[in-house]
T-cell receptor
Framework: LAKTTQPISMDSYEGQEVNITCSHN???????ITWYQQFPSQGPRFIIQ???TKVTNEVASLFIPADRKSSTLSLPRVSLSDTAVYYC????????????FGKGTRLHILP | DADVTQTPRNRITKTGKRIMLECSQT?????MYWYRQDPGLGLRLIYY???????NKGEISDGYSVSRQAQAKFSLSLESAIPNQTALYFC???????????????FGPGTRLTVL
């Protein structure tokens, strides 16, 4: 299972676009990249998943370059309520391996 | 996710006591997981089960045991609780081929356990 590396913490301001980058150098050909969001004292919540290029939903966008060794979660026009921990994971296409969350990136949005 | 419930939500116990945390789900998923969360350490996987007859150790299984009583129920036991098992415990389920994405996990509200 590919190991992921992401910044421990980030600060930004309300109204800004926030980009959180994750590296996964050993990603396998058929692995998916998945991001979760966790608010204090709550369980993580799925945000977005992608395989290549760009995926967008109502919450975020996920950008994956051609070599797939990294990915960037983009949160448009953040608000204070986006303050949370964001986890980048790699999920095997075979779905036969455990999922490791790691420490995530603690995003703090300032007014 | 309201379809994944955990009991109790909070528990204070003493060193050496046996504790059981319970998880139930109505999502119909075969896969279930137990995680613990400590401040600054993210989520760490304790045990996971891909179906009723399949149970596997995660990253930190020492001092814990589990029981998968049915597809909908997955219990975590601390046979003899110790203070460094004080943490927030989460149960989760997943559907490997769910519409939301490959193996998307759905979490319960958590159980805050304090071992004195």
């Amino acid at each position: 299972l590919a190991k992921t590396t992401q910044p421990i913490s980030m600060d930004s301001y309300e109204g800004q676009e926030v980009n959180i980058t994750c590296s996964h150098n050993n990603i396998a050909t058929n692995d998916y990249i998945t991001w979760y969001q966790q608010f204090p004292s709550q369980g993580p919540r799925f945000i977005i998943q992608g395989y290549k290029t760009k995926v967008t939903n109502e919450v975020a966008s996920l950008f994956i370059p051609a070599d797939r060794k990294s990915s960037t979660l983009s949160l448009p026009r953040v608000s204070l309520s986006d303050t949370a921990v964001y986890y980048c994971l790699v999920v095997s296409e075979n779905r036969d391996d455990k999922i490791i969350f790691g420490k995530g990136t603690r995003l703090h949005i300032l007014p | 996710d309201a379809d994944v419930t955990q009991t109790p939500r909070n528990r204070i116990t003493k060193t050496g006591k046996r504790i059981m945390l319970e998880c139930s789900q109505t999502k119909g998923h075969d896969r279930m997981y137990w995680y613990r969360q400590d401040p600054g350490l993210g989520l760490r996987l304790i045990y996971y089960s891909f179906d009723v007859k399949d149970i596997n150790k995660g990253e930190i299984s020492d001092g814990y045991s589990v029981s998968r009583q049915a597809q909908a129920k997955f219990s975590l036991s601390l046979e003899s609780a110790i203070p460094n098992q004080t943490a927030l415990y989460f149960c989760a389920t997943s559907d490997p081929y769910g519409l939301a994405g490959a193996d998307t996990q759905y979490f319960g509200p958590g159980t805050r356990l304090t071992v004195l």
